[in-house]
């Protein structure tokens, strides 16, 4: 059985989704694809979240978008044939705050400057905050005080990449997440007609060519030629830089919007059903404001962004994380969107490890009270949410204490963590802890598979990690070679083609197949779901629909569970955690 659209109107899917990068298997999507054709997953996936790699992309492992064309190098169309022929239904990304200095839009504006057509299409800092800030000694306008306390910042210092114009002058553009600024190398042959000695041009090569070594400001050097002579260089040495960096749009261009509604369609052409707007909390800015999901203008944002997928016939995930107290979640869902489930991770995490379903419990119930459509995962290409989790006053899954012991037994067992910065620089919150979910338990196969049995049985779409699928460990080399991302590298080794067929033949991974196949196939998971707890380590899951029903005990202390399931046929299968 293949799950489709049981109601389009409703935005609802059905089925397990399979997750990676194009190249996350093998080398190229081909060899994703072909593991999804073999006999041992025959009947396991129903969709395939295919990450930004996919599309050309230099940044962030695919989130900074140069252009929303396949990616040769990784991607075919074959390959879009052959999981149509599956079919499999297919996720992807549309990046909505940013795109990379790469994109055709980002190098005209460089290389024309004022006389570009896409000058507005990206966010000069200065021209937004002008009227709302100081400029400068170094060319910058800081913003006032009361606007720098409200923004939501995800990395230290001003989010600005300084860009040089045609004309010579540096213009600081918005830049929410990653950058990289790369100065390269002189030779003397650069200095060339700047009627210096042979001796002056070597000298001055090699102080440039130290500094840059050593990643210190070129700009400041004190180099003994005349001051008219040294900005010659000076300007020499800045052409030669060069950029990496997610520049934010300007959602105040109609030439943005246009680029989004052609985007929707080339998503479509792909055999997209299912879209997940990355980012987009982000894409409202406006003085004054947090900017980060400003009301009530995201909210228009989002209502044109639905009209616009719904002509194309997709389905929009918006991507949030925030606080649970704050209950943005819960806004979102109630607007007619599906959303991520970012708070069963840690929840799940809690009650193996304290031996306590309470709050686990406590939010499936809301999950079916509040009837909220949700995607679950375990591990991801991201990493373990746990500012989702944080609560307020009378609205809270976990307390505070309970999040950092979390926290603190996963970096125990070999994560990293990420934080949130305040305007100061200074750590605010944790973000996120990297991990491959089943290093996060300890490498303990007996939890980590109680982990995915009581995923299947979550309400939603449970969505499925191609290493955790593999029951894969940290990688920490990747992590400590990985630059400003570092961290997320911990769970993104790449499986060669023997690894898989090793993998295959390994009882965690056969017993995590035999419960996805159960999710992705009965359709007593299309029912009823009754949650019941006789203690706080034991929960009780239970789907009923037309006959068929499929029921999961589990004992968080004695890390077992048992699964019963019958169907319309009256056929009776069990399936044990022993």
């Given at each position: 059985m293949n799950p489709k659209l049981v109601d389009t109107s409703e935005k609802r899917l059905r089925g397990v989704m399979f997750n990676a990068y194009p190249d996350s298997?093998?080398?190229?999507?081909?060899?994703?694809?072909?593991?999804?054709?073999?006999?041992?997953?025959?009947?396991?996936?129903?969709?395939?979240?295919?990450?930004?790699?996919?599309?050309?992309?230099?940044?962030?492992?695919?989130?900074?978008?140069?252009?929303?064309?396949l990616n040769r190098d990784l991607v075919s169309p074959d390959d879009l044939a052959k999981l149509e022929k599956l079919q499999i239904l297919l996720k992807f990304d549309?990046?909505?705050?940013?795109?990379?200095?790469?994109?055709?839009?980002?190098?005209?504006?460089?290389?024309?400057?004022?006389?570009?057509?896409?000058?507005?299409?990206?966010?000069?800092?200065?021209?937004?905050?002008?009227?709302?800030?100081?400029?400068?000694?170094?060319?910058?306008?800081?913003?006032?005080?009361?606007?720098?306390?409200?923004?939501?910042?995800?990395?230290?210092?001003?989010?600005?990449?300084?860009?040089?114009?045609p004309d010579g002058t540096e213009r600081p553009y918005w830049n929410t997440f990653y950058q990289q600024v790369d100065y390269h190398p002189i030779a003397s042959a650069d200095l060339a007609g700047l009627q210096l000695s042979t001796e002056q041009v070597e000298r001055i090569a090699v102080q440039i060519n130290a500094a840059i070594a050593a990643k210190e400001k070129v700009s400041?050097?004190?180099?003994?030629?005349?001051?008219?002579?040294?900005?010659?260089?000076?300007?020499?040495?800045?052409?030669?830089?060069?950029?990496?960096?997610?520049?934010?749009?300007?959602?105040?261009?109609?030439?943005?919007?246009?680029?989004?509604?052609?985007?929707?369609?080339?998503?479509?052409?792909?055999?997209?059903?299912?879209?997940?707007?990355?980012?987009?909390?982000?894409?409202?800015?406006q003085p004054g404001m947090v900017n980060f999901f400003n009301k009530p203008e995201t909210w228009n944002y989002l209502?044109?962004?639905?009209?616009?997928?719904?002509?194309a016939g997709l389905i929009l995930l918006p991507e949030i994380h925030s606080e649970y107290g704050i209950g943005l979640h819960e806004e979102v869902a109630n607007a007619g969107y599906s959303i991520y489930d970012f708070f069963f991770p840690g929840l799940i995490l809690d009650a193996i490890d304290r031996a306590n379903c309470g709050p686990l419990l406590a939010w499936i119930h809301e999950i079916r009270a509040k009837k909220l459509f949700t995607i679950n995962m375990l591990g991801c290409h991201d990493g373990i949410p746990v500012l989702d989790l944080k609560g307020r006053p009378g609205r809270a899954l976990l307390g505070d204490q309970e999040i950092d012991e979390v926290v603190t037994r996963v970096i125990d067992r070999g994560g990293r963590v990420k934080n949130l910065y305040g305007p100061d620089g200074k750590k605010i919150s944790y973000y996120q802890v990297n991990a491959t979910f089943f290093s996060a338990l300890g490498e303990d196969e007996r939890k980590f598979l109680l982990a995915r049995a009581v995923q299947m049985f979550m309400p939603g779409i449970p969505q499925v990690w191609y290493l955790d699928l593999f029951a894969g460990k940290n990688n920490y080399q990747a992590a400590d070679c990985g630059g400003a991302a570092g961290h997320k590298e911990i769970n993104r080794t790449t499986l060669s083609l023997s690894d898989i067929e090793t993998g295959l033949k390994r009882p965690i991974?056969?017993?995590?197949?035999?419960?996805?196949?159960?999710?992705?196939?009965?359709?007593?998971?299309?029912?009823?779901?009754?949650?019941?707890?006789?203690?706080?380590?034991?929960?009780?899951?239970?789907?009923?629909?037309?006959?068929?029903?499929?029921?999961?005990?589990?004992?968080?202390?004695?890390?077992?569970?048992?699964?019963?399931?019958?169907?319309?046929?009256?056929?009776?299968k069990q399936i044990s955690s022993s």
């Open positions: 298997i093998g080398s190229r999507l081909s060899d994703s694809v072909n593991l999804l054709a073999r006999d041992e997953l025959k009947g396991a996936f129903s969709l395939f979240y295919i990450l930004p790699t996919f599309f050309n992309s230099d940044l962030d492992r695919g989130f900074s978008i140069i252009d929303y064309n549309l990046v909505l705050n940013h795109l990379s200095v790469g994109s055709p839009q980002f190098r005209d504006m460089l290389k024309h400057g004022d006389a570009s057509e896409f000058k507005d299409f990206f966010i000069n800092w200065n021209e937004f905050w002008q009227a709302e800030g100081e400029l400068g000694a170094d060319g910058v306008v800081t913003p006032k005080a009361e606007h720098l306390q409200k923004l939501f910042m995800r990395k230290p210092g001003l989010p600005i990449l300084k860009v040089r114009f400041s050097l004190t180099l003994d030629v005349p001051p008219a002579t040294r900005d010659k260089i000076i300007d020499i040495v800045e052409k030669k830089r060069t950029y990496l960096g997610q520049m934010d749009l300007n959602a105040r261009s109609e030439k943005v919007w246009k680029f989004y509604e052609e985007t929707f369609r080339k998503l479509k052409s792909y055999g997209a059903t299912l879209i997940r707007l990355d980012a987009f909390a982000y894409l409202h800015k209502g044109r962004l639905k009209e616009m997928a719904t002509n991974v056969q017993r995590q197949l035999e419960l996805i196949k159960l999710r992705n196939s009965s359709v007593a998971f299309d029912g009823d779901l009754v949650a019941t707890t006789e203690g706080e380590h034991l929960l009780q899951l239970v789907w009923t629909n037309e006959g068929a029903q499929a029921s999961l005990s589990v004992d968080f202390r004695t890390h077992s569970f048992e699964i019963q399931v019958r169907g319309r046929d009256g056929v009776s």
